[in-house]
């Protein structure tokens, strides 16, 4: 099996064990591991713009933000999931390509700042056009779809969209887009000379990379089914950040091992109490100086082992 | 008839460092033209202008007679015009042939036909060729960034004659290269300019290299041309020399 395909089937697989594991578990793991999939999603967009493309963003919260509030607020008025769904991933996906722009100009933590505006201005936006997103009192009874309702149900829906958005996203880096992300990450300049059009695909790694934090966003609402700004502050572009550097940035699977840490750690550490954040932080410290490609390096560094013993 | 490249009275100031001032010479179809000059004398400052990495502060760069001044470098290349670097620039995660497929799918039909079409936008048996060609067949599937700097540079020759480049503008390529492989090198050079009808400028410091394989030589002194003819003549003509040896 090629590596290409090892990447799909692992993906898959995740997805599947997801499945698998909500049929036989609590409520609370049910909730936990639809939060997984939502993450996954969001964090395999910010893994594309970031990891493939090498463009940093953090941004990503508020795309997801966008996304949620897309959906928190046309549901009441009839519309149907799917749609509210597509209408939040088309929204970010303009506002991507906006954000791609300054892009275009400025590199590196110059542009960890431009995105750093565009994450406050969301929030703020959020926070205080109370009259379309409800201000710090948010948007509740969001519902679910019809045939989503429970909890056990709701969790298949978003495992579902999980593994759609993986075939897309394998598809899309396996393809000449993908090597052409490659290409904008380590070499722009050869890239360019090469007849890679940097600026086309600079806007297209940000816009898609945001299309799928929308789409992240507009599954959590109905998750959590009450929305108000906190949760798309700076805190949750970080902890996505963290996700794919963490998983490995630049690897397909990074953001399923990143966003399965990222969600499980918190209920490992909890016997911690107020020092999870800090052994949080030193775990992921320690990580990046032994095993800078992340979880999904470290795998590789033990299989490889594995092959050379035998 | 029309030549293939011509560059009109360039010039490129950074501040009051004239690298460029007022270089002007053609290349016609099939020529294979040598660039030599000391160290610091413009020469790949000239190569950035023609190729549109800098915009000339003044000038013309002329690609079959249409005015190309300041075009972007992807656009030039889509006209047939390839290039590589003084430093190596291969991309070091992707494989060899991945280098090669991604230096030539740009080229192969829209941009969304290649998202829905084959990953390898049909050009794998092209990387093959080109592997075959520069004796890399056996370090395909390797990453570039593993590589060998003498493969290395082989790679990012055959990168730059992927997509069948009319005119190509190789800055240094023998640089760092052994011997060996030089003189393989060379042979595949004059293969792509006679059997693939591809039009070469090539900067050089190793002159064996340079008369060996260029059919007309430029020297390039201060940021002026200081010679311009046949690769013998050009290697004995006496500002050539007080150039390179010094007043």
């Given at each position: 099996m090629s590596r290409d395909h090892a990447n799909l089937a692992g993906a898959l697989g995740l997805v599947a064990a997801a499945a698998v594991l909500g049929l036989l578990t609590s409520p609370y793991?049910?909730?936990?591991?639809?939060?997984?999939?939502?993450?996954?999603?969001?964090?395999?967009?910010?893994?594309?713009?970031?990891g493939y493309a090498g463009q940093i963003s953090l941004a990503q919260a508020s795309f997801v933000g966008v996304g949620a509030y897309t959906t928190a607020i046309l549901l009441p008025h009839g519309w149907p999931f799917g749609a509210t769904l597509a209408l939040g991933a088309l929204l970010c996906f303009a506002l991507g390509v906006l954000l791609g722009f300054p892009a275009l100009?400025?590199?590196?933590?110059?542009?960890?700042?431009?995105?750093?505006?565009?994450a406050t201005i969301a929030f703020l936006v959020f926070r205080n056009e109370a009259w379309i997103t409800g201000g710090i009192y948010g948007i509740d009874h969001i519902r679910r779809p019809a045939g989503f309702t429970s909890?056990?149900?709701?969790?298949?829906?978003?495992?579902?969209?999980?593994?759609?958005?993986?075939?897309?996203?394998?598809?899309?880096?396996?393809?000449?887009?993908?090597?052409?992300?490659?290409?904008?990450?380590e070499n722009p300049v050869r890239a360019a000379s090469l007849g890679v059009v940097v600026r086309d695909y600079t806007l297209l790694a940000f816009a898609i990379g945001a299309a799928l934090g929308g789409v992240a966003g507009a599954l959590f609402a109905p998750l959590v089914q009450?929305?108000?700004?906190?949760?798309?502050?700076?805190?949750?572009?970080?902890?996505?950040?963290?996700?794919?550097?963490?998983?490995?940035?630049?690897s397909f699977l990074g953001p399923y091992l990143?966003?399965?840490?990222?969600?499980?750690?918190?209920?490992?550490?909890?016997?911690?109490?107020?020092?999870?954040?800090?052994?949080?932080?030193?775990?992921?410290?320690?990580?990046?100086?032994?095993?800078?490609?992340?979880?999904?390096?470290?795998?590789?560094?033990?299989?490889?082992?594995g092959r050379t013993v035998k | 008839m029309t030549p293939v490249l011509e560059a009109r009275d360039l010039h490129r100031h950074f501040g009051g460092v004239r690298a460029v001032?007022?270089?002007?010479?053609?290349?016609?179809?099939?020529?294979?033209l040598g660039v030599i000059g000391p160290n610091g004398s413009g020469k790949s400052t000239l190569f950035n202008c023609l190729l549109g990495q800098l915009v000339p502060s003044a000038g013309t760069v002329l690609l079959d007679g249409q005015d190309v001044t300041g075009m972007a470098p992807a656009v030039l290349?889509?006209?047939?015009?390839?290039?590589?670097?003084?430093?190596?620039?291969?991309?070091?995660?992707?494989?060899?042939?991945e280098n090669l497929i991604l230096a030539g799918q740009e080229h192969v039909g829209s941009r969304l036909a290649r998202l829905f079409g084959r990953p390898d936008a049909g050009l794998t048996a092209a990387a093959n060729r080109m592997l075959e060609l520069f004796q890399l067949t056996h370090i395909a599937d390797l990453a570039a960034g593993g590589l060998s700097y003498g493969q290395q540079k082989l790679l990012d020759a055959a990168m730059a004659f992927m997509a069948g480049p009319r005119l190509v503008l190789l800055d240094e390529p023998a640089g760092g290269v052994n011997?060996?492989?030089?003189?393989?090198?060379?042979?595949r050079l004059r293969a792509m300019n006679t059997e693939a009808g591809a039009t070469f400028v090539v900067i050089e410091h190793n002159m064996d290299f340079v008369m060996s394989l260029c059919t007309r030589v430029i020297c390039i002194a201060e940021g002026k041309v200081i010679a311009d003819g046949a690769p013998e003549a050009v290697r004995n003509n006496a500002d050539v020399i007080e150039a390179y040896l010094g007043h």
């Amino acid at each position: 099996m090629s590596r290409d395909h090892a990447n799909l089937a692992g993906a898959l697989g995740l997805v599947a064990a997801a499945a698998v594991l909500g049929l036989l578990t609590s409520p609370y793991i049910v909730y936990l591991l639809s939060l997984w999939a939502v993450y996954t999603v969001a964090a395999t967009g910010l893994n594309l713009t970031l990891g493939y493309a090498g463009q940093i963003s953090l941004a990503q919260a508020s795309f997801v933000g966008v996304g949620a509030y897309t959906t928190a607020i046309l549901l009441p008025h009839g519309w149907p999931f799917g749609a509210t769904l597509a209408l939040g991933a088309l929204l970010c996906f303009a506002l991507g390509v906006l954000l791609g722009f300054p892009a275009l100009r400025v590199q590196g933590h110059y542009l960890a700042f431009v995105t750093l505006a565009l994450a406050t201005i969301a929030f703020l936006v959020f926070r205080n056009e109370a009259w379309i997103t409800g201000g710090i009192y948010g948007i509740d009874h969001i519902r679910r779809p019809a045939g989503f309702t429970s909890g056990r149900g709701y969790l298949f829906l978003c495992l579902i969209v999980l593994a759609l958005v993986s075939f897309g996203a394998w598809w899309l880096l396996r393809s000449p887009w993908g090597r052409a992300f490659i290409a904008l990450r380590e070499n722009p300049v050869r890239a360019a000379s090469l007849g890679v059009v940097v600026r086309d695909y600079t806007l297209l790694a940000f816009a898609i990379g945001a299309a799928l934090g929308g789409v992240a966003g507009a599954l959590f609402a109905p998750l959590v089914q009450y929305i108000e700004p906190t949760p798309f502050a700076l805190t949750l572009s970080f902890s996505l950040l963290l996700m794919v550097v963490v998983g490995g940035s630049g690897s397909f699977l990074g953001p399923y091992l990143g966003a399965l840490v990222a969600v499980l750690l918190p209920e490992w550490l909890r016997f911690l109490k107020d020092y999870y954040l800090v052994t949080y932080g030193t775990a992921v410290i320690l990580l990046l100086i032994f095993f800078p490609d992340g979880l999904v390096g470290l795998a590789e560094r033990v299989l490889a082992r594995g092959r050379t013993v035998k | 008839m029309t030549p293939v490249l011509e560059a009109r009275d360039l010039h490129r100031h950074f501040g009051g460092v004239r690298a460029v001032n007022g270089v002007s010479f053609q290349v016609g179809e099939g020529e294979i033209l040598g660039v030599i000059g000391p160290n610091g004398s413009g020469k790949s400052t000239l190569f950035n202008c023609l190729l549109g990495q800098l915009v000339p502060s003044a000038g013309t760069v002329l690609l079959d007679g249409q005015d190309v001044t300041g075009m972007a470098p992807a656009v030039l290349n889509r006209r047939g015009v390839s290039r590589t670097f003084q430093l190596l620039q291969v991309f070091p995660q992707l494989s060899a042939r991945e280098n090669l497929i991604l230096a030539g799918q740009e080229h192969v039909g829209s941009r969304l036909a290649r998202l829905f079409g084959r990953p390898d936008a049909g050009l794998t048996a092209a990387a093959n060729r080109m592997l075959e060609l520069f004796q890399l067949t056996h370090i395909a599937d390797l990453a570039a960034g593993g590589l060998s700097y003498g493969q290395q540079k082989l790679l990012d020759a055959a990168m730059a004659f992927m997509a069948g480049p009319r005119l190509v503008l190789l800055d240094e390529p023998a640089g760092g290269v052994n011997l060996t492989l030089l003189g393989s090198f060379r042979e595949r050079l004059r293969a792509m300019n006679t059997e693939a009808g591809a039009t070469f400028v090539v900067i050089e410091h190793n002159m064996d290299f340079v008369m060996s394989l260029c059919t007309r030589v430029i020297c390039i002194a201060e940021g002026k041309v200081i010679a311009d003819g046949a690769p013998e003549a050009v290697r004995n003509n006496a500002d050539v020399i007080e150039a390179y040896l010094g007043h």
